[in-house]
């Protein structure tokens, strides 16, 4: 039954000529698969409409061939044969009654055209301005240039309806759209009547807008995606001016939907962005305009978006990070199941999917882009087998997920822990600064699993292989994670380094036990995800010296990836952290280490009262490899499958376990496919010429 305060959250609401069956709005996001894997994204967006959106939007589409960003993988709408793929996805997003949206992107200075091989067209010549800095510049367009992008505009925007979308949105946000471009005087420095003041910076988009209405308003409505502020001082698109472009354009769009500036700053993970965080670039615009507006923050709370809804800020309820890690969330909320809730914890992992051109992970919801590839739907599971019960051995992330996922099926399920709370890894990790949120992998799996009556949890339950003869289950899920080495083993040793005996080494695994080094301490990091910047701020906050040594040329290289590296240099640096990059450590010494350069090899001495290595983990399979050793004696146990996973099998982030963890569930009992593949793809059709 729903909480009668959540009701406005599914008020109708009109958008132009259309009607939103409720406020949910799963803005455009990415996935890694856009035209690769059009089924698959097709899928996905299917599976949202079924969790109870009003809107559903795809993610960035290339509207023509002048303007692409390869290497990322996106949607392309260049022609007609294009329709097709994309009619499938917007079938699906109205297969339960959202309007679909597709979002015509031209990205200008930032599409290099590395496939078409097209010069790159901007509103003024500049160079590229992509992740990979390409050595690639776009000329200016012409002012025949801008006629022949407003037909294109117009011709995309007849596919889209022929495609059957209900919506279109027109990308001007992060950076990435002409639009922005031309807003912008940082990108538009022209001296025509498309460039200089404010009035003609805006010309474009009203072109464009009045071209599209003119072709298919009668029946589509026309969003405005802009970016809240570039925040890049007098020669960006500010939030003053951004006001003022939508006070003096207030009915240009039948709805306004509004980002902040960078993707960084836009779609920050939770370690630097709380939920609602670009309330106060928003407060207040409703008041220079009568449309719709729609903005985002990582919503999860319906506290909280009811508060946008009830205050004025916001008339629709964003979501690209929560809707991919709880597609039912809008139809959570209106059966009153508050609690069932997957909330994003922020990490960004889905986003490493568009930045790595693969198929994209979520750590909460690992059936995200498995819809159709595997036939996982996020909350229904395939029947149980015919065994009847398993013994998961460890309550990490993967065991946990496992579990949850094997109740239910319908199997009886026994966790047994060696420790005395569940999350593994990450009980310890949300402990970490900035990192809080990130235990709603637990609590969540936690809360799920204590409302079944087939499943028991066993604490302080270290077991070994004769324990698990006795218990007679039938199938032995092993999830015993993995601890931080300290011999230095990574990617630049693979054996291990010298260290000296009365040296004083730490591992992750001795800080967030509470082990702490003091004085002036090194923190070599090999591992360049979040580990090594993590632990830097912590000893900071704990009062010691830090030097972050690392092979890279970037700190928490990985990142890059998760679209907060340049948010951990800058937090290290206010903190006083000592930052190396491109060195390495060769040897470490009872009062200091000695570092390489990655290029030349020349060495020099760092002063170090102790030393944090943050290399490789070991999987703790011991168990594993004992019952593998007593293989003769499962039949008599009882048992008839032994299964390795997460951690324990190949240590990873979070979300890898997650996923080990729910494929382990999902398989278990199922029939052997030999050497066929373990899920679904498609294969671009041959010409035939």
């Known amino acids: 039954m729903r909480d009668p305060r959540y009701d406005i959250l599914f008020e109708p609401m009109n958008i132009g000529p259309l009607t939103a069956k409720n406020r949910f709005y799963q803005v455009p996001h990415c996935n890694g698969g856009g035209y690769r894997d059009p089924s698959a994204a097709a899928a996905m967006r299917g599976i949202k409409a079924e969790g109870g959106w009003g809107v559903i939007f795809t993610e960035q589409c290339e509207m023509h061939h002048t303007s692409e960003i390869t290497p990322f993988i996106e949607l392309r709408l260049w022609e007609d044969k294009d329709i097709p793929q994309l009619r499938k996805m917007a079938e699906q997003m109205k297969s339960h009654g959202a309007l679909a949206g597709i979002q015509l992107a031209y990205s200008g200075i930032n599409g290099p055209n590395l496939y078409t091989k097209e010069v790159p067209l901007a509103p003024s010549a500049l160079p590229i301005r992509t992740f990979t800095n390409d050595p690639v510049q776009a000329r200016a367009l012409s002012k025949t240039d801008i006629k022949d992008l407003r037909r294109w505009f117009v011709n995309a925007a ?39 003041s404010l009035e003609n910076r805006a010309r474009f988009a009203q072109e464009v807008i009045a071209d599209i209405r003119d072709a298919v308003g009668d029946t589509m409505a026309l969003t405005l995606r802009v970016s809240l502020d570039e925040t890049i001082g007098d020669l960006g698109f500010s ?53 719709p507006i729609v903005g985002v923050g990582r919503f999860t709370s319906p506290d909280v978006m009811i508060k946008q809804i009830n205050s004025g800020v916001l008339d629709f309820i964003g979501c690209a990070r929560p809707s991919i890690a709880d597609p039912f969330l809008p139809k959570k909320i209106e059966e009153g199941r508050i609690e069932d809730i997957r909330e994003c914890i922020g990490c960004n992992i889905c986003i490493t999917g568009d930045m790595t051109m693969s198929i994209s992970r979520c750590t909460q919801n690992p059936t995200f882009m498995e819809e159709w590839r595997k036939g996982w739907h996020p909350e229904k599971m395939n029947p149980k087998g015919k065994s009847q019960n398993v013994l998961v051995v460890g309550a990490g992330p993967a065991g946990l997920e496992a579990a949850w996922a094997l109740a239910r099926r319908g199997y009886d399920v026994a ?8 999350g593994g890894r990450v009980s310890k990790e949300c402990r970490l600064p900035g990192l809080s949120a990130w235990g709603r992998v637990k609590d969540y799996r936690a809360y799920q699993l204590g409302q079944r009556a087939n499943v028991e949890t066993y604490f302080d339950s270290r077991l070994s292989a004769a324990d698990i003869l006795e218990f007679g289950f039938e199938n032995i899920a092993i999830a015993t994670g993995a601890q931080w080495r300290r011999d230095g083993v990574a990617r630049q040793h693979v054996v291990p380094m010298p260290i000296a005996p009365d040296a004083k080494v730490f591992t992750p695994d001795d800080l967030m036990d509470g082990h702490l080094p003091s004085g002036h301490v090194v923190i070599y990091d090999d591992d360049h995800y979040y580990m090594g910047g993590v632990l ?106 032994v299964k390795l996973f997460g951690d324990a099998e190949a240590p990873g982030p979070i979300a890898w376990s997650t996923y080990a963890g729910h494929r382990y569930a999902r398989e278990l009992d199922g029939e052997n496919i030999g050497d066929a593949l373990p899920f679904r793809r498609e294969i671009t059709q041959l010409a035939l010429d």
């Open 158 to 196: 007849k596919r889209s309806k022929l495609a059957g979308f209900d919506l279109i949105c027109l990308y001007g946000a992060h950076g990435f759209g002409i639009f922005q471009h031309f807003l912008s005087r940082a990108t538009n420095q022209r001296s025509d009547e498309y460039g200089g």
């Open 239 to 291: 939030n003053a001016e951004v006001r003022d472009f939508i006070e003096m354009n207030k009915d240009l769009p039948d709805l306004w939907d509004l980002a902040q500036g960078t993707w960084e700053d836009c779609s920050g993970p939770s370690r630097f962005k709380d939920e609602a965080a670009q309330h106060q670039l928003v407060k207040g615009i409703h008041e220079l305009t009568d449309k």
């Open 415 to 422: 966790i047994a822990e060696a420790g005395r709370e569940l």
């Open 536 to 641: 830097a701020e912590l000893l900071i906050k704990s009062g010691a010296k830090v030097t972050l040594i690392t092979p890279s040329a970037f700190v928490s290289d990985w990142t890059n990836n998760t679209l907060e590296q340049a948010s951990i240099h800058v937090r290290l640096a206010e903190l006083g952290v000592e930052i190396v990059l491109n060195r390495g450590v060769t040897q470490i010494h009872r009062d200091h280490v000695i570092s390489n350069c990655t290029y030349t090899g020349r060495t020099q001495e760092f002063a170090a009262d102790g030393v944090v290595i943050v290399g490789a983990r070991s999987g703790n399979d011991q168990v594993y490899t004992d019952l593998l050793a007593r293989q003769s004696d499962w039949g008599d146990a009882g048992i008839k499958t």
